[in-house]
């Protein structure tokens, strides 16, 4: 079992950055790749971005690539989003999750975090 909290949301300004923080509990975190999603009001839930286990492989979507980057630290249990270059139409409830399947699909992860609000003012 795992437990998932995200933190960091909040209001920017566009141009601007944020970091996302998702702190896991349990001793298994290392072996679940990790990832990053997003829901707007109205739409699908959207792949962001993955993690190995290891952290040695990052996945960004091309919507979010150059800009958004992915990393974890395997003794503090947790993984972050580094959000640059903030757009309006990142604005989003942003999820992380652990899984071992498909990277890129919901479906395939276990866990999932509450969701922290990232808005994007243009």
């Known amino acids: 079992q795992v437990q998932l909290v995200e933190s960091g949301g909040g209001l920017v300004q566009a141009g601007g950055s944020l970091r996302l923080s998702c702190a896991a509990s349990?001793?298994?975190?290392?072996?679940?790749?990790m990832g990053w999603f997003r829901q707007a009001p109205g739409k699908e839930r959207e792949f962001v971005a993955a993690i190995s286990r290891s952290g040695g492989s990052t996945y960004p979507a091309d919507s979010v690539k150059g800009r958004f980057t992915i990393s974890r630290d395997n003794a503090k249990n947790t993984v972050y989003l580094q959000m640059n270059s903030l757009k309006s139409e990142d604005t989003a409830v942003y999820y992380c999750?652990?899984?071992?399947?498909?990277?890129?699909?919901?479906?395939?992860?276990?866990?999932w975090g509450q969701g922290t609000q990232v808005t994007v003012s243009s």
């Open positions: 349990g001793r298994t975190f290392s072996s679940y790749h």
């Open positions: 999750a652990a899984g071992m399947g498909a990277l890129t699909i919901p479906k395939e992860y276990n866990y």
